[in-house]
């Protein structure tokens, strides 16, 4: 019997990599998807719990599913919700006496488990948060290639978890502790991913770099497995992220000087830029810590382009401190960055002091942060005007025999190509730089190809940073 799926992800890229991972999972078991979740028999949330903002989101969607589970029933027919990510492993029970209608909530290590969970959830409610002793990475089947492996540009989860326990943050609760794919698993998956169209992959770890895989002889380090990887034929770019100061190794840095297919752009958050929140956060690194980091990417590779996150108002953070933050904002060159106001975490060290930050305040420091990194962002996209870069196109644009692609340090780049782009590589003379984005022409070098007709609309398209 077909039975229709829908999941709609909130969060981080992850979150994408492992909506897609339950997609095969239930596969096999009948599920196909579904356009919204009027059409499915099974509606899941794969969840976020970063911020209390994101955490309440899931709420007042599960508020308006329980309408249509209530109608659906009305009509004989049932309505399965299910709560998965990281809001299903926060609060698990809890869960079910805020939103008594879901029938399973799980977190992120029980997806391999979801048609035995749905069985069960066919008779009362399920909870399943336990953190398994084997990895669910030996359980879950081959990705289907049918959402991500079909993209040009697609995620690959290498590293789960984080022991880092930075005092503000939920992950290495929702996620459990860093565990590391095996090398020959994750090159079979980027293979599988590359034979079904993949030309760029970012690789996914809540701690990327803190990667330590099984390989042949050994354990890999990050920069190992991105030089293994490199070596696939067809595979043209790879990033990753997300990346620890800490855990940024010599090999890594040495790995963006000559790994060609290695992109010269690094999200590396430093969530402040004073020495007493850095370790109130336990951080484990000072600002100039940072600062000497960001010298040694630009020594190995010129024109590494950074991006960062950074919190305004942690528990403590005086004007003083929150200075020192805007100048460092100031004064490296991000291409990028997130700010946050910060948010208190039930569980978390940093949400128990009583040097909360008023409202306000927050507002106002995260006012001024975001007008100095917006200025950075812009003078950064400017700089690409008159340059030529290598663009690659992933889908069509809005206007006919228009093509998205991105640069080399991850901007989104329009340029008036053929459809038959999508998938390559293309010298671009950029002319024009936009807040998000830039647009070019091809340069003369750019093999030519057949004029086609009309192209798609462009898919929505989210940035996937946590909500
Ligand atoms: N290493 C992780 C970080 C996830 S959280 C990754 O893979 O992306 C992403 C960002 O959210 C953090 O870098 C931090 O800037 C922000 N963040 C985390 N906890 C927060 C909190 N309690 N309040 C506000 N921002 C937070
Ligand atoms: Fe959270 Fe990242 Fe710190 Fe780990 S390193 S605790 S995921 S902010
Ligand atoms: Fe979890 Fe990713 Fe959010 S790890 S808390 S879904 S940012």
Not at 366 to 392: D, E, K
Request: glycine share 8%.
């Amino acid at each position: 019997m077909t039975k229709k799926l829908y999941v709609k992800t909130y969060g981080c890229q992850m979150n994408v990599y492992d909506s897609e991972r339950m997609a095969d999972v239930l596969a096999p078991h009948g599920y196909s998807a579904a356009q919204s979740p009027e059409d499915a028999d099974l509606v899941i949330l794969n969840t976020c719990h970063i911020r209390e903002k994101a955490a309440e989101k899931v709420y007042s969607e599960l508020g308006r599913l329980n309408i249509l589970k209530q109608a659906r029933q009305a009509e004989g027919r049932r309505l399965y919700l299910a709560v998965g990510g990281c809001v299903g492993q926060a609060e698990g029970e809890e869960l079910l006496h805020r939103a008594p209608f879901v029938d399973l909530v799980m977190g992120p290590q029980s997806y391999h488990r979801l048609p035995d969970l749905l069985r069960r959830a066919e008779k009362s409610a399920v909870v399943d948060t336990e953190f398994p002793s084997e990895s669910k990475f030996n359980h879950l089947p081959e990705e289907s290639g049918r959402a991500g492996g079909s993209s040009v540009s697609t995620f690959l989860t290498i590293q789960e978890g984080c022991d880092r326990f930075c005092t503000f943050c939920v992950v290495p609760y929702t996620r459990g502790a860093e565990f590391s794919r095996s090398v020959t698993d994750v090159e079979n998956e980027a293979r599988r991913l590359v034979a079904c169209g993949a030309r760029e992959i970012t690789l996914l770890g809540q701690n990327v770099n803190a990667y330590h895989g099984a390989g042949e002889a050994g354990e890999f380090s990050l920069a190992q497995l991105i030089r293994r990887l490199a070596g696939i034929d067809g595979l043209e770019r790879l990033r990753y992220t997300t990346s620890h100061p800490r855990d940024l190794s010599a090999d890594l840095i040495a790995a963006h000087g000559d790994v060609a297919a290695l992109m010269p752009f690094l999200h590396l958050p430093v969530q402040s830029g004073s020495d007493i929140i850095l370790k109130a956060m336990n951080r484990q690194h000072s600002a100039d810590d940072y600062r000497r980091l960001i010298e040694k990417l630009r020594a190995a590779r010129p024109d590494m382009a950074l991006s960062s996150d950074f919190i305004v108002g942690f528990p403590g953070e005086t004007d003083a401190a929150f200075d020192e933050t805007l100048a460092l904002a100031r004064e490296i060159d991000f291409a990028q960055a997130f700010s946050f106001k910060y948010s208190a975490r039930p569980g978390t060290p940093a949400a128990e002091t009583d040097t909360q930050v008023p409202e306000d305040v927050k507002s106002a420091r995260l006012a001024a942060l975001q007008a100095i990194l917006a200025r950075s962002q812009a003078a950064f996209n400017a700089s690409m005007t008159g340059r030529t870069l290598p663009v690659l196109f992933e889908r069509p644009g809005r206007h006919a025999n228009q093509m998205l692609g991105r640069s080399p340090y991850g901007q989104w780049v329009h340029a008036d190509m053929a459809p038959e782009y999508r998938g390559r590589c293309a010298d671009i003379i950029i002319t024009e730089a936009h807040t998000n984005s830039l647009a070019g022409h091809a340069a003369a070098s750019a093999p030519r190809v057949a004029a086609a007709g009309k192209t798609a609309p462009a898919p929505a398209f989210d940035e996937g940073r946590p909500a």
